[in-house]
């Protein structure tokens, strides 16, 4: 039913800065928390940063101080500014949609992923 489309992915240098953008479609956009993910080459995916419906933050500590996250619910949108990239931080990153659903459990949706490189 959720339909998300990652964009701003692409080829920079260490210490360069990037931002993400992930636009939503198909729900009630306010009503879902939302996350960024990544998958590094050759490892698991992993959580970089979330935003809540009431807009409380939490990162990953390998980008605290680095990364931000932000939602428009007017535009559907959920973005991740990037600053200070290293090359570890190369990896497709996901989008994610997350809405509590019956029993305590959660509906995830995902993006198709945006490839972010770190290199010089």
């Known amino acids: 039913q959720v339909q998300l489309v990652e964009s701003g992915g692409g080829l920079v240098q260490p210490g360069g800065s990037l931002r993400l953008s992930c636009a939503a479609s198909g729900g009630i956009f306010s009503f879902y928390s939302m996350g960024w993910y990544r998958q590094c080459p050759g490892k698991q995916r992993e959580l970089v940063a979330t935003?809540?419906?009431?807009?409380?933050?939490n990162y990953a500590d390998s980008v605290k101080g680095r990364f931000t996250i932000s939602r428009d619910n007017a535009k559907n949108t959920v973005s991740l500014q990037m600053n200070s990239l290293k090359p570890e931080d190369t990896a497709v990153y996901y989008c994610?949609?997350?809405?509590?659903?019956?029993?305590?459990?959660?509906?995830?949706?995902w993006g198709q992923g945006t490839q972010v490189t770190v290199s010089s």
């Open positions: 994610n949609s997350r809405l509590l659903g019956g029993s305590g459990t959660f509906v995830n949706y």
């Open positions: 935003i809540t419906v009431g807009y409380i933050t």
